[in-house]
């Protein structure tokens, strides 16, 4: 079982340059996730898709795009990244509907900005 | 606004130990679930636990724990008889019931466990 699959698992970027986080589930979830995560702060939602077709900027969504390609594909792009944008990034997904539905991740990226 | 918060960045246990992570939590909501994650050192994010907000009785994995407090507003995960391979950070995170409502995590709590 594949679950969450995020590619790469590690990146380097000079500042300015983009690039884009794939990420793919196959639990045939309706909502989808992209947080990071950074020492003290725990994870913060950076962006978040409901449903296919919808997208929605979460607590920290500025330097980010997304784009929910299908139902099982939600990439993010930093069109250009700066250090602040050093992180671990997860993807993640979920079942839509009762309260007790857990988040399912992505083992994660770590994306470092010089 | 939900918020969630640990207060040990940083906590030592004796193996075969119990240890007790604390997490409160803000809400106004009378709806909600709380969910505790942990993440190793290899760094993805293993589902631990959860406690739905009228859930009468406090949630068991195994041996995990949630004490929950619905008046205190905490939840606090305790684990059994610690093993080294419990080291790790561990998360509270809580969600609202109600649609468009996003999982809130807290800061997190590193957990050593010594031999």
């Known amino acids: 079982n594949a679950g969450v699959t995020q590619t790469p698992k590690f990146q380097v970027l000079k500042t300015g340059q983009s690039m884009t986080l794939q990420c793919a589930q196959d639990?045939?979830?309706?909502?989808m996730y992209w947080y990071r995560q950074d020492p003290g702060m725990g994870l913060r939602l950076i962006y978040y898709?409901?449903?296919?077709?919808?997208?929605d900027k979460g607590e920290v969504p500025n330097g980010y795009n997304v784009s929910r390609l299908n139902k099982r594909e939600f990439s993010l792009r930093l069109e250009s990244a700066a250090p602040s944008q050093t992180s671990v990034y997860f993807c993640?997904?979920?079942?839509?509907?009762?309260?007790?539905?857990?988040?399912?991740f992505g083992s994660g990226t770590q994306l470092s900005v010089l | 606004a939900q918020k969630i918060t640990q207060t040990q960045p940083g906590m030592f246990v004796q193996e075969k130990e119990a240890v007790t992570l604390d997490c409160t939590y803000d809400?106004?909501?009378?709806?909600?679930?709380l969910f505790w994650y942990k993440q190793p050192s290899s760094g993805e994010m293993i589902f631990l636990i959860y406690?739905?907000?009228?859930?009468?009785q406090n949630a068991t994995e195994g041996r995990y724990s949630l004490n929950f407090q619905k008046a205190r507003k905490s939840a606090n995960l305790v684990i059994s008889a610690s093993q080294l391979g419990d080291s790790a950070m561990y998360f509270c995170?809580?969600?609202?019931?109600?649609?468009?409502?996003?999982?809130?995590f807290g800061p997190g709590t590193r957990l050593s466990v010594l031999p």
């Open positions: 993640a997904s979920r079942e839509q509907g009762a309260v007790d539905e857990k988040l399912f």
């Open positions: 639990m045939n979830h309706n909502s």
């Open positions: 898709s409901a449903s296919e077709g919808t997208t």
């Open positions: 809400t106004s909501d009378q709806s909600y679930g």
């Open positions: 406690q739905g907000s009228y859930d009468e």
């Open positions: 995170a809580m969600r609202g019931a109600y649609y468009g409502q996003n999982f809130v």
